[in-house]
């Protein structure tokens, strides 16, 4: 009988130590990944930042296989901003307008204002608004050299005098010249506006207004014969006999 206690003993454990053939690969596999580390730390580029981010698939494609983005609606505080200064405001040599609060500004106000743009029988740009909160159209005609009429006109359904917040205009800020000889100051009646023509091709405009009912405004060619500065103003008699609190004689001064 073979005494198996002996044959215990006797052989070598193969629990608790590992072979030798063992101990050699993972010494090899040890050594073949630090080899590889120092590979990689070697062939980075010395300003590389980091790890090169991975980008997804969508955005590597060309620009042009893209579908173009739908523009975002603009903003309600930016269509609120304040709007552009009209084209016959004195500029810069850079085409800035100068509003007085840099070193070149003070020579940009110098300067001729220019006339606004002249195309064939347009004179002016038609553009957008979008009132505030105390907005009423007689403030938005008188600040943008409009007739209360004619913004009327181009925005009908518009409470002209509650238009409300964010509310969308059109400036009627292009103006159809009038069938007449363009020399001089011409005044378009019915459009209540004034169109003075300059000898260089320019074109002036503004909001006029004219005589009420009873006080028409004479029609036909006239010419200016005299100019005087802070003149004294004598009203009629058909103007005191409407109010006669208006003195016989009104000096030159604010009242006049």
């Given at each position: ?9 006797s052989?070598p ?26 590979g ?14 991975l ?7 060309p ?9 975002a ?15 016959h ?62 913004l009327?006109s ?6 002209p ?14 103006h159809?010249?009038?069938?007449a ?17 300059e ?8 909001p ?14 006239t ?5 005087k500065?802070g ?11 409407e ?6 004689v009104?000096?030159?001064g604010?009242?006049?």
């Amino acid at each position: 009988m073979l005494d198996l206690a002996c044959l215990r003993r006797s052989a070598p454990s193969r629990v608790f130590a590992p072979p030798r053939r063992r101990r050699l690969a993972a010494l090899a596999l040890a050594l073949a990944l630090l080899l590889v580390a120092v590979g990689l730390c070697r062939g980075a580029p010395a300003d590389a930042a980091g790890p090169t981010p991975l980008i997804p698939q969508a955005q590597q494609a060309p620009a042009s296989t893209q579908a173009p983005a739908s523009p975002a609606p603009p903003s309600f505080e930016a269509s609120l901003a304040p709007p552009t200064a009209p084209s016959h405001l004195p500029t810069t040599a850079q085409g800035e307008v100068g509003d007085g609060s840099g070193d070149g500004d003070a020579d940009a106000l110098d300067e001729t204002p220019q006339p606004p743009p002249l195309k064939g029988d347009i004179v002016g740009e038609m553009r957008d608004y979008y009132t505030w909160t105390s907005d009423t159209l007689l403030d938005i005609a008188r600040g943008e050299e409009l007739g209360l009429i004619n913004l009327m006109s181009a925005n009908p359904g518009v409470d002209p005098w509650l238009p409300g917040k964010g509310t969308h205009l059109i400036l009627p800020t292009a103006h159809i010249l009038p069938d007449a000889p363009r020399t001089g100051i011409v005044i378009n009646v019915a459009e209540l506006r004034l169109y003075l023509f300059e000898p260089n091709g320019g074109v002036w405009t503004f909001p006029i207004g004219v005589g009420r009912d009873g006080f028409s405004t004479p029609l036909g060619r006239t010419k200016v014969v005299r100019k005087k500065e802070g003149p004294t103003w004598i009203p009629t008699a058909a103007k005191r006999a409407e109010d006669p609190e208006v003195p016989a004689v009104v000096p030159p001064g604010p009242d006049n």
